[in-house]
């Protein structure tokens, strides 16, 4: 099947159109792959021999003679470990020997010259594993029919008399035995059956699916020998510092070259865009040096009159604005709370954050006649295929992406490829020379495409049982879709602000059921670039709903647990996550005199999670985390070892933007430059972390984003409990917690 | 001119003194396993062993590294990811995107020759290094596993950082 997409990513993509294949997983005999200059596709552990030896079974897989299955993962690695997982997805089916694998990652220009054979490269919003595991597993699937159908020619017997277990292919009936590294290259003259009328196993039969196998990725983390985008070398290779005017939406006017002259190693300093300079030199400290050197004018614009207090301002008058946009009418909850026999209300609100990726921005381009190559960290490298194809001015078949393993992503790496643009604008200035460009971590930190900044005003009404009968919510604050894609949002009607409250069933749906309910958005914009940030807005509504939560439990006189479970008898997956979580962590047992217990829940990236924290507040207001409980349905865990990574990755991230996370805004410009403002929580922090995994299989759900969102709400209430004050305002360095 | 002796081999460099050490090592030396992540001495990414003792080389220029100073990278700390620290993070697959474990494992290293059996608190205090991903739970484990102080491995029977329902 044949159909037309609409871009690939990139905002200002919208006009392009491809031409895309199904993303189910084909046949296709072996394409001569041209590895890229400088740096082999292939993952570091995968050791290709020369191509010649390399049979392609389909799209997904290929065996060498010597048994190796080399696993095709499409989807970016950036930590998370989707790489490893859908290696055991596609392995799993294909029945091959697990020390036997290996992987390797397509380029974009190849999936874009075989028709998008491996679909969609993006990874974001947890979906590496969730949107791909059915057409892997079915290449998986496909891959072992082909070589078992191979052999069972080889002996001339009927395909259905053979069996095959760990790469090894049996017909019992003649004792004989092969293995996939024999028959590989007979197997890849077949035709490959229809991928859809493969049956798929029962994921209660996995073997290499659903176990906690280690990751194939860690070995060349250990020893300093992975090469990361920034360590690349190549001949000739030129380094870039850059300097984009610090107040968003302010212009480059000049820029004095002769200051620089003869600083050591500079080439050259070069206008970049309209609001950007960089500096070229032999080396990045070099061009890093004369940049700061160099003279720069500014027209700061309009942006500059910007402040964190001006910004809170905006966002305060939408709380009680007439117009928002009314996402969820249901009852008259406005007469209800009026007429309530207990009426709570609160205001919350949560700054604009960085991703603060442990490897700044950066990537390599080089321009050679009509062709442009990019080696680049990217979450989606068809959209950095995009941009490249976009600056350089060249067809998107001249173009092409070597995607490396990112240090480290959480959104920033995505659909905007602002990164890859710069470098494609120095490099178009620089005829075959590869062009570094780094970012240093200032620069990083003022341009980053921010968390959305928002406040939220909740009321509740409560009968004279202490019952809920009707929730208020407004949110007040800047819409990402508004900033990456306006004319979607231009009413204001912008659902994606409200993740996690929706009604519908599947992605981020709201857990609770009230009998009046009124859920408001209004869209308040600032200057400042926002964007994805692992588990957006999932993190900032938990916070709202789950904080205010126990708020009104506590007016209510009732135990926070049994408060929620009141308001969840219609959503059993919501409530049986929230009870896996309570059970491990004992709640209602005593605990030890001064530690406190928090809870919380919610839904997102299609997984339902809870967290229990544990907590203790000094005298001094200091807080300590001691216990992090948090439960997680993901639908089918593919390596619960690696969810459990993820999870107490989840638990940092989280933390650091409960406790210290914040952009402030003076002169329309981003305060924070550096770690020593933007602080990130330590080891020594580290609170003791347990998981529990409670898959129902009857779904695939997010794994990387979803346990976020509870961490916060969790550690507030937690402290609420402790002290018997509400905490409203992340983050928490700048409350009073006694 | 600078002679740096990295790894036990000694070379010869041309750059201007007040070059930090890290940019040396990454641009000039050409060994990238020492990181680049924040420039200011916060992050530890780019720490490096200088006569055993742990430092981050983003905040050192080049000319205060005197004569006869011993500077050891991520690439220099055992040949065959050998040292109890690479193992201890291999056997619990501590990292993740990977960017910032090259400083994480010198600053283990370098705290266990000095501290072979460090107290919680003794970790908590010399694990300062910044980790995005999170995974301080099991650097933790991790250090321990390599001063032999460990409990059982993670994810093992009684273990309770995972369970599965």
């Known amino acids: 099947m044949k159909k037309t997409i609409e871009g690939i990513g990139t905002t200002s993509l919208s006009r392009r159109k491809f031409i895309v294949g199904s993303a189910a997983a084909g046949g296709g005999l072996a394409l001569g792959m041209q590895l890229p200059f400088g740096i082999a596709p292939a993952d570091a552990q995968g050791a290709r021999g020369s191509a010649e030896s390399i049979s392609e079974i389909n799209a997904w897989v290929l065996v060498k003679p010597d048994d190796t299955c080399v696993i095709r993962v499409v989807r970016s690695e950036m930590g998370q470990g989707t790489l490893t997982g859908l290696a055991q997805l596609v392995a799993e089916e294909l029945e091959c020997d697990w020390s036997k694998v290996t992987t390797e990652s397509p380029t974009a220009g190849q999936n874009y010259a075989r028709k998008r054979i491996w679909g969609e490269m993006g990874t974001g919003g947890s979906r590496g594993i969730r949107t791909s595991e059915d057409y892997v597993r079915r290449g998986g699937a496909v891959a072992r029919m082909m070589l078992v159908q191979a052999a069972a020619d080889q002996w001339k017997v009927p395909v259905g008399e053979c069996s095959v277990s760990n790469g090894v292919i049996t017909h019992a009936g003649s004792n004989r035995k092969t293995t996939y590294g024999k028959v590989a290259g007979a197997a890849a003259k077949l035709t490959a059956p229809d991928p859809k009328s493969v049956q798929l196993k029962d994921p209660k039969q996995w073997k290499i699916a659903g176990k906690p196998m280690k990751r194939l990725d860690t070995a060349d983390k250990l020893n300093g020998s992975k090469i990361f985008a920034i360590d690349l070398k190549m001949p000739g290779m030129m380094n870039a510092a850059i300097k984009a005017c610090p107040v968003f939406g302010g212009k480059l006017v000049s820029f004095d070259e002769s200051k620089i002259a003869g600083m050591p190693g500079v080439r050259r300093a070069v206008k970049v865009n309209d609001a950007t300079v960089a500096v070229v030199a032999d080396t990045w400290w070099h061009a890093k040096t004369a940049l700061n050197a160099l003279p720069i004018v500014w027209d700061e614009g309009q942006g500059a009159s910007q402040s964190s207090a001006i910004i809170a301002e905006r966002l305060k008058e939408g709380l009680t604005a007439e117009?928002?946009?009314?996402?969820?009418?249901?009852?008259?909850?406005?007469?209800?709370?009026?007429?309530?026999?207990?009426?709570?209300?609160?205001?919350?609100?949560?700054?604009?954050?960085?991703?603060?990726?442990?490897?700044?921005?950066?990537?390599?381009?080089?321009?050679?006649?009509?062709?442009?190559?990019?080696?680049?960290?990217?979450?989606?490298?068809?959209?950095?295929?995009?941009?490249l194809s976009e600056e350089s001015g060249l067809p998107l078949d001249k173009c092409e992406v070597y995607r490396i393993d990112l240090g480290g992503g959480f959104g920033r790496r995505g659909g905007t490829q602002d990164y890859v643009r710069q470098a494609t604008a120095i490099a178009k200035q620089f005829s075959g020379v590869p062009i570094k460009l780094i970012w240093s971590r200032e620069e990083d930190m003022s341009h980053d495409f921010y968390r959305p900044i928002s406040q939220c005003s909740l009321a509740a009404g409560l009968d004279e049982?202490?019952?809920?009968?009707?929730?208020h919510v407004r949110i007040s604050g800047q819409s990402i879709n508004a900033f990456l894609n306006p004319s979607s949002v231009a009413d204001g009607k912008d659902e994606r602000q409200l993740q996690g409250y929706y009604e519908k069933a599947g992605d981020a749906q709201l857990g609770y059921t009230f009998p009046n309910l009124l859920m408001e958005y209004a869209m308040r914009n600032t200057h400042v670039p926002v964007g994805p940030w692992r588990g957006v807005n999932t993190n900032q509504n938990a916070v709202y709903m789950e904080c205010f939560m126990d708020e009104a439990a506590r007016a209510a006189g009732a135990d926070p647990l049994e408060f929620r479970r009141a308001l969840m008898r219609n959503h059993p997956k919501h409530l049986a996550v929230l009870n896996a979580a309570a059970e491990k962590a004992d709640w209602g047992k005593p605990l030890p005199p001064g530690i406190h217990r928090g809870i919380a829940q919610f839904m997102g990236y299609g997984s339902y999670s809870a967290a229990v924290a544990e907590v203790s507040v000094s005298s001094e207001g200091k807080l300590k985390v001691h216990r992090m409980v948090l439960a997680l349905n993901c639908g089918h865990a593919v390596n619960p070892n690696q969810i459990a990574a993820q999870v107490e990755g989840s638990v940092a991230y989280g933390l650091t933007a409960t406790m210290y996370g914040e952009c402030t805004v003076d002169k329309g410009r981003m305060v924070e430059q550096n770690f020593d403002t933007y602080q990130i929580m330590r080891l020594a922090e580290m609170p003791k972390v347990e998981t529990v995994i409670v898959p129902t299989y009857d779904f695939w759900g997010g794994v990387g984003e979803p346990t976020i969102c509870v961490v916060a709400p969790s550690v507030m209430n937690a402290i609420y409990a402790a002290t018997g004050k509400p905490v409203r305002s992340l983050p928490l360095k700048n409350a009073k917690l006694v | 001119m600078a002679k740096l002796n990295i790894n036990g081999k000694v070379r010869d460099v041309q750059v201007e003194a007040d070059t930090p050490l890290l940019w040396v090592i990454r641009e000039n030396v050409g060994l990238t396993g020492t990181k680049y992540g924040c420039g200011v001495a916060q992050c530890g990414a780019c720490s490096v062993h200088i006569n055993g003792n742990v430092m981050r080389s983003c905040s050192i220029p080049v000319g205060s590294i005197k004569a006869g100073d011993k500077i050891v990278t991520i690439e220099g700390l055992s040949a065959t990811s050998s040292h109890p620290v690479q193992k201890a993070w291999a056997q619990l697959d501590v990292p993740q995107c990977g960017y910032c474990q090259s400083g994480q494992i010198m600053a283990a290293a370098a705290l266990l020759n000095k501290n072979p059996n460090p107290s919680d608190k003794d970790i908590d205090d010399a694990m300062t290094n910044i980790c995005r991903c999170g995974t301080y739970a099991r650097i933790r484990d991790a250090v321990r596993i390599a001063a032999g102080t460990s409990r059982p491995a993670r994810a093992s029977a009684g273990d309770d950082s995972v369970t599965t329902a």
């Open chain 1, 323 to 387: 117009v928002a946009y009314q996402s969820r009418k249901e009852g008259d909850a406005l007469k209800a709370i009026d007429g309530a026999a207990k009426k709570v209300e609160a205001v919350y609100s949560t700054p604009f954050l960085a991703h603060a990726t442990m490897e700044p921005m950066n990537c390599t381009v080089k321009i050679s006649g009509d062709k442009a190559e990019v080696w680049v960290p990217t979450q989606n490298a068809e959209a950095s295929l995009a941009a």
């Open chain 1, 465 to 471: 049982s202490g019952k809920l009968t009707a929730l």
